[in-house]
Nanobody, 116 residues
Framework: QVQLVESGGGLVQPGGSLRLSCVASGMNFHLYNMDWYRRAPGEERVVVASISTGGITDYADSVKGRFTISRDNAKNTVYLQMDSLIPEDTAVYYC??????????WGRGTQVTVSS
């Protein structure tokens, strides 16, 4: 059974950093593209960052230069390094796996709150 489990969320002050992790199980991780999404209060879930099987990355304009997505295939893990956090980054963050454009799994999410 495919499973994605996020961790690393929490409360951080503006300007601070967090690193989110998403550990995959039940799948050949290196074959899957991975995304990080977020859902802010009262808003729809939107993509934040993506990484392909080959390590090609893409970012939403709102996080470019502040967030970095990476993957470690040996650990079946995708990361999201978040720096220079602002209150607008407050959201539940989810990871997603997909292949051939088709979603294969979602994690349950981890809460990130940016507040002084």
């Amino acid at each position: 059974q495919v499973q994605l489990v996020e961790s690393g969320g929490g409360l951080v002050q503006p300007g601070g950093s967090l690193r989110l992790s998403c550990v995959a199980s039940g799948m050949n991780f290196h074959l899957y593209n991975m995304d990080w999404y977020r859902r802010a209060p009262g808003e729809e879930r939107v993509v934040v960052a993506s990484i392909s099987t080959g390590g090609i990355t893409d970012y939403a304009d709102s996080v470019k230069g502040r967030f970095t997505i990476s993957r470690d295939n040996a650990k079946n893990t995708v990361y999201l390094q978040m720096d220079s956090l602002i209150p607008e980054d407050t959201a539940v963050y989810y990871c997603r796996s997909y292949i051939y454009g088709k979603t294969t799994a979602w994690g349950r999410g981890t809460q990130v709150t940016v507040s002084s």
